[in-house]
């Protein structure tokens, strides 16, 4: 039986998010929100607020926390500029399906609609970005607006959710029932479905198995691999997924990245079938639309989604079904297997792993030595967090990926997010090593975050590729306007420096040879480490040099 009792808005809002089952939230305080501070302070025992310090790296840490455990990541920022500065973690989780819920204070309502100090209706904000944006104007409901919140964000394409609190509704005493915990609604591939696409896929000579998006579990994962191993499918991974399949196993082909094999784009092309399970075919996937016809594909389309309307988007797809990626296998995995001639999965799989050798580099820092050296060494569990920039090519193109280790990426290509995303990760589990990959102007960007980490006991390793540029913007530049440098020079700052103040051990890597013992201290390093690897300006990507573009 339920037990009515007198709370405040804050406190009924706090004993959902139990209820709910949240553990933790990322925030930086506000005025706007003081209730719901206060209330957290009475369950420390079973909530942790992390302070971040800033409302973009908050975010981001709630973002990563989605990514990680599949449920929605908290972040409270106050009204107006704390917003405003949390809205790029809340288009990360809108593009790369990731569950969020994103709490904001709000004026008082007796001042609403007179632009009073840092007033924005937010729900027009983050209307075009947010699965749902919406205000609590009555305390009475906030069970049933946190208990929709979860919903909608974890249902379906999963995604970011918005709720505006202003700051007097958080104060009203009121006597209300709580709800009941979510369950989110995921659909599931029905065995009718499953049986179409595996007679289509009987026929094929040349399929591939493009796997993607979010809403996967590690036995989800482990089926993919199984389902591929008893059908000879070679798997292909979306930007950023690589860890959806075991990257050392001999299904695994490589990833349709910002760094894609030339090989790879061949062998798409070649492809009779292409079986696409969670993914978007987004721009990035797909090179700007153009590794596929518009809208009709040469090759037979099965398309497997979460979300009716993702399937057609772009491309019209031959077979289609509804259903989370874990369900997908599920049933597909009981289907009688058809297994396909292992030549054709085999010739993929060679090029992969020949493209994985790092081409010789003369600089005191090869970076792509220094990955291959090192890969192995990563513990298993690890999870990489990488940055917007062409330096992540070195980690998506040379590391090797499978779950429980986890890839965390922005697929929106946002800067500044691989620091805060490996704290998060680091402070969810200290014992489990993140390691992030952040330019030196991704680090400037939110570099600070590691003081966050260091006040609440994360170990993340921090790697600043430091070339003194913004390398991608630079490679675009070079191409187009070759050797007309224009806004993409970084003034080199003291990393070492910067590394210590915020609580970080520090590491200047100049040679190949320094990576492997300063990574291995920075396993044992109890804190913060940051390694700072100097490379090389003229290698602008993992496949060319500066001088290489300028003379095309």
Avoid at 155 to 176: I, K, N, Q, Y
Avoid at 307 to 317: F, K, L, M, W
Avoid at 442 to 459: D, S, V, Y
Avoid at 468 to 484: K, L, S, V
Wanted: glycine content about 8%; some cysteine; proline content about 6%.
């Amino acid at each position: 039986m339920t037990e009515y009792r007198d709370r405040t808005g804050g406190r009924v809002l706090v004993d959902q998010l139990l209820i709910h089952g949240a553990d933790c939230a990322y925030c930086v305080p506000g005025e706007s929100y003081l209730e719901v501070l206060d209330a957290l302070h009475d369950v420390k025992d079973r909530f942790t607020l992390y302070n971040a310090r800033h409302e973009a790296g908050a975010a981001e840490m709630a973002e990563a926390y989605g990514k990680l455990t599949g449920k929605p990541g908290i972040c409270m920022v106050t009204r107006g500029p704390g917003a405003c500065q949390a809205a790029v973690g809340v288009h990360i989780a809108y593009q790369d399906s990731t569950p969020m819920i994103l709490l904001v204070g709000q004026v008082g309502r007796p001042t609403l609609d007179r632009e009073s100090f840092q007033e924005i209706d937010f729900r027009q904000m983050f209307a075009p970005v947010a699965k749902w944006a919406a205000q609590i104007d009555s305390a009475e409901r906030i069970p049933e607006y946190m208990a929709r919140a979860f919903r909608v964000a974890t249902s379906g394409r999963p995604g970011p959710v918005v709720l505006a609190l202003p700051e007097d509704m958080l104060t009203d005493v009121v006597r209300v029932a709580d709800a009941k915990p979510y369950v989110p609604s995921v659909p599931a591939l029905r065995a009718q479905d499953a049986a179409a696409v595996m007679a289509t896929l009987s026929v094929a000579k040349r399929p591939l198995v493009l796997a993607g998006g979010s809403g996967w579990s590690d036995e989800g994962a482990a089926a993919l691999l199984a389902f591929a191993q008893a059908n000879e499918l070679p798997v292909a991974t979306s930007f950023r997924r690589q860890d959806l399949i075991d990257n050392r196993s001999e299904y695994y082909v490589g990833d349709f990245g910002t760094g894609v094999a030339p090989s790879l784009v061949k062998r798409l092309a070649e492809a009779d079938l292409l079986l696409v399970i969670g993914a978007r075919l987004g721009e990035i996937t797909t090179r700007t639309y153009s590794t596929l016809s518009v809208p009709t594909p040469a090759q037979t389309l099965v398309h497997i989604h979460v979300d009716a309307d993702e399937i057609g988007r772009v491309y019209s797809p031959d077979l289609s079904a509804v259903s989370g990626p874990d369900a997908a296998l599920a049933a597909l995995i009981e289907q009688p297997a058809t297994p396909c001639d292992g030549v054709w999965r085999r010739t993929l799989r060679d090029e992969y792993v020949a493209d994985a050798e790092p081409p010789p580099h003369d600089f005191p820092l090869d970076m792509g030595a220094a990955m291959a050296e090192v890969r192995d060494l990563i513990p298993a569990d690890a999870v990489i967090t990488l940055d917007a920039g062409n330096h992540t090519g070195w980690a998506q193109r040379f590391l090797r990926y499978g779950r429980p280790g986890r890839q965390i990426g922005s697929t929106c290509g946002s800067m500044g997010y691989a620091v805060p995303s490996a704290v998060a990760a680091s402070l969810a589990k200290p014992e489990r090593q993140s390691i992030a990959f952040v330019g030196d102007g991704g680090f400037m960007m939110a570099g600070m975050e590691i003081a966050t980490a260091a006040q609440h006991g994360g170990r993340p390793i921090v790697l600043v590729f430091n070339n003194g540029t913004y390398g991608t913007i630079r490679m675009h530049q070079e191409r187009e306007h070759p050797a007309r440098i224009s806004g993409t020079d970084i003034v080199t700052s003291n990393i070492g420096q910067i590394a210590s103040g915020l609580g970080a051990a520090h590491t200047r890597v100049t040679e190949t040879a320094q990576f492997k013992p300063a990574l291995l201290a920075a396993f044992d390093h109890d804190g913060p480490t940051v390694i700072e690897l100097m490379t090389d300006p003229e290698q602008i990507s993992t496949r060319t040099t500066v001088s290489r573009l300028r003379g095309q």
